[in-house]
């Protein structure tokens, strides 16, 4: 049955630097599928998980997709929620909003540069990391284990348990 996958990324669509990671992770790991579609919508930051354009975009995606099911994944950098109240808290608002509306939710603890490159970037400079991350082939190199966090630790993310859900592994 075919299914439709929308990513809900805290990048905007110019820079699309989040996506870079998850799709180069998703071709070197998962099996090409044309039952499954993936329709990203750009939130621009992560204070707009639950605007109302963002809802709509969800509910327009959802309802244009009349073969199959949809399933809604928000992909969230934790930041520094160990050490910083604010972050903590909505943090936990995301996590309680995908919750209440059966969505999925893949952290990147702290950041998805810090997951993927192991390393703090300056905004300046995430687009071009992200290019060469593709361009060079670094995915191959990533540590799986990274990609398969239960909890929420520095360097982790949940990316590959929330994935192995809805497609299929190589």
């Known amino acids: ?35 499954t579609k993936i329709s990203p919508i750009y939130m621009g930051t992560k204070t707009k998980y639950r605007s109302k354009d963002i809802l709509k975009q969800i509910d327009q995606k959802t309802r244009m997709f009349i073969h199959g099911k949809t399933k809604v994944i928000y992909f969230i950098d934790t930041d520094a929620f160990e050490k910083n109240v604010e972050h903590a808290n909505a943090f936990h608002d995301i996590q309680r ?40 082939g670094e995915v191959k190199k990533i540590c799986l284990k990274k990609l398969s966090g239960k909890t929420v630790q520095k360097n982790t993310s949940n990316l590959l348990c929330v994935l192995d859900k809805y497609l299929e592994r190589k």
């Not at 439709?4 to 990324?9: A, D, E, P, V, Y």
């Not at 919750?99 to 893949?106: I, R, S, T």
Request: hydrophobic share 35%; glycine share 2%.
């Open 1 to 35: 049955m075919a299914k439709q996958l929308i990513f809900c990324l805290e990048t905007n669509k110019r820079a699309n630097t989040d996506y870079i990671y998850i799709k180069e992770t998703i071709d070197f790991l998962y099996r090409e599928n044309s039952q």
């Open 97 to 136: 909003f995908c919750e209440e509306n059966d969505y999925e939710l893949v952290w990147f603890c702290h950041d998805v540069e810090e997951v993927f490159l192991g390393r703090k970037i300056p905004d300046d400079l995430k687009v071009r990391e992200a290019s060469t991350y593709r361009e060079k």
